[in-house]
């Protein structure tokens, strides 16, 4: 499956989905507007589904105008109702008639925390918390598609060494981070394992899991708020301009992310964990392919910086040594071979999403553009 073309595979999956009805009736996706939710609703949209968006404001015409422009351009129908993570029922009314739930709602906010339990734990372990309690409530589903993290399958670089096929695939699970250490990657493991155990405890709908990487790509809407975004902005900053730490990230490109949750949910032989990540880059290799793609007018990192200086900046960054002694240095690979086998998932690589990524905060005016000096 894994020389399948994306068009082919969907085509596979819809005919899989009325199989078992699951593309019949409206689709919930919650969080509908994020960075990655917003472009899986627009391909369901594309597939001429009846998309039911959770948000947290229906009324924010910022935040939304990108999903209804989407709506507008396609055959399906969209419909968007506020909804709360921390609210028990908040989901019910929209969940009601679904078949198929895509919960993608999550905060991903991985630095400077100045809160963690607040900010991300809750939220995304009460979260799925809800979401699931409104499955089991509404006699409709048949299947719900979790968007979970990379950080639930491991919480720092080091944590490699212990892996079975020097390799981080879908069997590995994270068990080194805690609400002070990778709080973020806490929240991510710890809402994944709860999602599991209530699938498990009934029988009627099941349960699909996707694991991201680091989610590169442009986005749909200007105001997206996604550390993704936060992350490619710093190279653009000047933050970087005299190094980097040595640094690597598994990265996949959000429209490939999109296509995978489309896959899960509409093909009737998906099951269980998803691991996606189409390459592994560190972060002066992302610079390198941002100097090759923009030129050399931003000040794009030019070297590694040494361990001890980056342990010596770590607290004026947010970055706790901790993080800093267990991922700097370390290298990263991972096993993608699931989703490219049973989604037959051709992923585009990591690379473009880079470039593409920097080209959309360009052209949104969320980096400002800098010629190419003469002669380059």
């Not at 498990?200 to 993704?228: I, K």
């Amino acid at each position: 499956m894994g020389g399948k073309t994306a068009e082919s595979g969907t085509a596979a999956s819809d005919r899989e989905a009325d199989e078992r009805g699951l593309a019949s009736g409206p689709v919930l996706v919650t969080g509908a507007n994020g960075y990655l939710a917003s472009w899986l609703v627009k391909r369901l949209l594309e597939r001429g589904c009846e998309v039911r968006g959770t948000v947290r404001d229906p009324a924010d015409t910022r935040k939304t105008e990108h999903l209804r422009r989407a709506a507008g351009e396609a055959p399906g129908r969209l419909s968007l109702s506020a909804a709360d993570l921390l609210a028990p029922g908040s989901f019910d009314a929209a969940m009601a008639g679904c078949h198929l739930v895509f919960h993608t709602a999550s905060p991903f906010i991985a630095r400077s925390l100045r809160n963690p339990r607040r900010q991300v734990i809750e939220p995304a372990i009460e979260g799925t918390r809800n979401v699931l309690d409104a499955a089991n409530r509404t006699a409709s589903v048949r299947r719900v598609v979790l968007t979970s993290s990379v950080a639930a399958v491991y919480g720092d670089a080091c944590d490699l060494a212990a892996t079975d096929a020097g390799r981080f695939d879908e069997r590995c699970w994270n068990t080194s981070s805690t609400e002070r250490h990778q709080p973020y990657s806490y929240a991510k493991a710890a809402a994944e394992r709860l999602a599991w155990q209530v699938s498990e405890s009934q029988d009627r709908w099941d349960l699909v899991t996707l694991n991201p990487g680091l989610v590169l790509g442009p986005a749909l809407s200007r105001h997206a708020g996604s550390e993704s975004v936060s992350i490619l902005r710093d190279f653009a900053s000047g933050l970087y301009r005299l190094g980097v730490p040595a640094l690597e990230f598994g990265i996949v490109d959000v429209r490939d992310v999109a296509e995978a949750h489309l896959r899960a949910g509409l093909g009737s032989s998906a099951a269980g964990r998803h691991l996606l990540v189409a390459g592994t880059l560190s972060l002066l290799e992302i610079g390198r392919i941002l100097r090759d793609a923009f030129g050399s007018g931003y000040a794009f990192p030019p070297r590694i910086l040494p361990t001890p200086f980056v342990r010596l900046l770590a607290p004026l960054t947010g970055v706790s040594q901790a993080f800093v002694s267990r991922n700097v240095g370390y290298p990263l690979a991972f096993d993608s071979g699931r989703a490219e086998r049973e989604l037959g998932m051709a992923f585009r690589p990591a690379g473009q999403a880079v470039v593409d990524h920097f080209r959309q905060l360009l052209d949104d005016g969320l980096v400002v553009e800098r010629p190419r000096p003469a002669g380059r």
